[in-house]
């Protein structure tokens, strides 16, 4: 898969992170939020079983040779979904974004910062602090009322 690809399918997996929060909200109106957060995972890992399996590629079998901390994303999966279905209805859509994606990108500086889960490392510097600063003023702007 060329590079090109690549950035075209995470962009449109931005859009699908915009566009899910507000999806699983409606949800949650029906169904109650940690119902709508279930039955979001639910859906989505039986796509991905199905996808999986007929992709042949990978081995579930491995999964015991794995460390614990490494089966964890699925709950940090589960905590962003289930807070996204609480803060649209009362925040908004682009003030919830806004927020997960500041977030995102200062949690990733330090974890680039220090190499973590074996990483390469890519130290701070004023440019990164500048970038991070401005978002931080644009939430602020954003969540703003």
């Known amino acids: 898969m060329s590079n090109l690809v690549l950035m075209i399918l995470i962009a449109c997996g931005g859009i699908a992170v915009a566009i899910q929060p507000s999806i ?30 007929l992709s042949g590629q990978g081995s579930f079998r491995r999964i015991i040779e794995v460390p614990w901390w490494q089966l ?12 996204t279905i609480i803060g649209v209805p009362r925040i908004g859509t682009t003030a919830v974004l806004a927020l997960t994606i500041a977030s995102q990108l200062m949690a990733g500086m330090v974890m680039d910062h220090y190499g973590v889960f074996g990483m390469r490392g890519i130290p701070i510097d ?3 602090i500048l970038g991070i600063a401005l978002l931080l003023i644009g939430v602020f702007l954003v969540c703003k009322r």
């Open 72 to 83: 964890s994303g699925g709950l940090f999966g589960a905590f962003f979904v289930t807070m």
């Open 24 to 53: 699983n909200a409606r949800l949650a109106q029906k169904t109650g939020f940690l119902e709508a957060a279930t039955i979001s995972f639910a859906v989505g890992t039986l796509a991905l079983l199905l996808i999986s399996l």
């Open 126 to 128: 004023g440019k990164r």
